[in-house]
């Protein structure tokens, strides 16, 4: 069974700092690529960073980038979400996912997910 945890949520001030993890069990590591979506409330969830655990090929969604690291630990099957200088409009759940990497390039591209497997979330609140 494929299971993917993420861990690392919670309350925050502006201008602080969260890590979140996505723990990965049931696949095989090397040959996914994960990525880490959020929800605001009422809202589709929207891609924000994505890695390629084959290669470490990644991608940060524009909006995000200079502010968010993703990374990979291969050894420990851990993505890892890096959010500095957070914002009260990055308040969101954020969920992490695993598909491949061709297939999540190709549906990024127009707006689909092309994620195989999902994560249950976790909550980031960011207070002013």
């Known amino acids: 069974e494929v299971q993917l945890v993420e861990s690392g949520g919670g309350l925050v001030e502006a201008g602080g700092s969260l890590r979140l993890s996505c723990a990965a069990s049931?696949?095989?590591?090397?040959?996914?690529?994960i990525g880490w979506f959020r929800q605001f409330p009422g809202k589709e969830r929207e891609g924000i960073a994505c890695?390629?655990?084959?290669?470490?090929?990644?991608y940060t969604l524009d909006s995000v980038k200079g502010r968010f690291t993703i990374s990979s630990d291969n050894a420990k099957n851990t993505v890892y979400l890096q959010m500095d200088s957070l914002q009260p409009e990055d308040t969101a759940v954020y969920y992490c996912?695993?598909?491949?990497?061709?297939?999540?390039?190709?549906?990024?591209?127009?707006?689909?997910?092309?994620?195989?497997?999902w994560g249950k979330g976790t909550q980031v609140t960011v207070s002013s």
């Open positions: 049931g696949l095989p590591f090397d040959d996914y690529a």
């Open positions: 996912a695993a598909g491949f990497w061709l297939a999540i390039v190709d549906a990024w591209s127009d707006g689909r997910d092309g994620m195989d497997y």
């Open positions: 890695i390629n655990n084959s290669d470490g090929n990644t």
